[in-house]
């Protein structure tokens, strides 16, 4: 079988970092791109060290120039995007919110995305057999005080994905949506609460097993790898301590 291809944004950490390990071990060729270069380029040569195939590109995806030139680096087709790069910023209600950090939000989880899938939609379309993951978050899909921009920035995500399954029914490109609740990560919280530990650690607080990055990557590698007629249009995976937003089970 020739070699596919899966891009993986956000590559350095979290879940970006776990999904390209998840998608080297099932045989893609990795291309991690995330802005800090010497984190791709170390998870690069340690999978390359095991015996995948891997590479790395810096890339800030709010960058629309920086995304069309490494589009044109890209060799041949690609069969997977994985559009992981996002984040959030604050958690200050609407009336107060800095409009700075929204649009960051915006910039990075919908435009983000949009530069990407827009750059190497050719690139996923021409592979005959292409996927589209956009990484949303339960934030895509219900709203709490205090989520504002971030919130209203995942909704954006979500919608990318389901207005892009409409476009290309007919084509051979997937598109599936990753919608994870409580995930603990070295960075999501601490970036939110910019540098706070204490406030990030709260987030987490007497929950016994938030998701790690592993379960979200082991998550979309699942639906990666299913046969290419099968679409998971959407998979909300939470902690089981976690039935919704506003219900977390803590032992405190
Ligand atoms: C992260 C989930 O609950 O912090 O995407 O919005 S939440």
Redesign the pocket.
């Known amino acids: 079988m020739s070699t596919r291809t899966a891009v993986i944004t956000g590559a350095s950490s979290g879940i970006g970092a776990a999904t390209a390990r998840h998608l080297a071990a099932a045989g893609y060729r990795v291309i991690l791109t995330a802005r800090r270069e010497d984190r791709i380029e170390a998870l690069a040569a340690e999978l390359t060290e095991a015996g995948h195939e891997a590479v790395a590109h810096a890339l800030d995806v709010t960058d629309r120039a920086a995304v069309d030139a490494f589009a044109r680096t890209v060799d041949g087709p690609v069969e997977v995007l994985v559009n992981n790069a996002g984040g959030?910023l604050g958690s200050d209600p609407v009336a107060t919110a800095d409009p700075a950090d929204w649009r960051t939000m915006y910039e990075v989880n919908v435009l983000g995305t949009l530069h990407v899938t827009q750059a190497l939609l050719p690139a996923l379309t021409g592979s005959g057999d292409g996927t589209v993951v956009v990484l949303s978050?339960?934030?895509g899909l219900a709203t709490y005080e205090g989520?504002g921009g971030?919130v209203a920035a995942?909704h954006g995500a979500h919608v990318i994905a389901e207005t892009l399954r409409l476009e290309l029914c007919g084509a051979p490109v997937r598109v599936i949506e990753v919608a994870?609740?409580?995930?603990r990560t070295d960075e999501?919280a601490v970036t939110r609460f910019r540098g706070d530990e204490e406030k990030a650690a709260a987030v987490y607080a007497g929950v016994a097993e938030p998701l790690t990055a592993d379960d979200v990557a082991d998550t979309i590698a699942w639906a990666v790898t299913r046969p290419s007629h099968v679409n998971i249009d959407l998979l909300v995976v939470r902690p089981r301590a976690q039935a919704s937003?506003y219900k977390v089970h803590r032992e405190l």
């Open positions: 959030a978050s339960t934030a989520g971030y995942k994870p609740g409580m995930v999501f937003n």
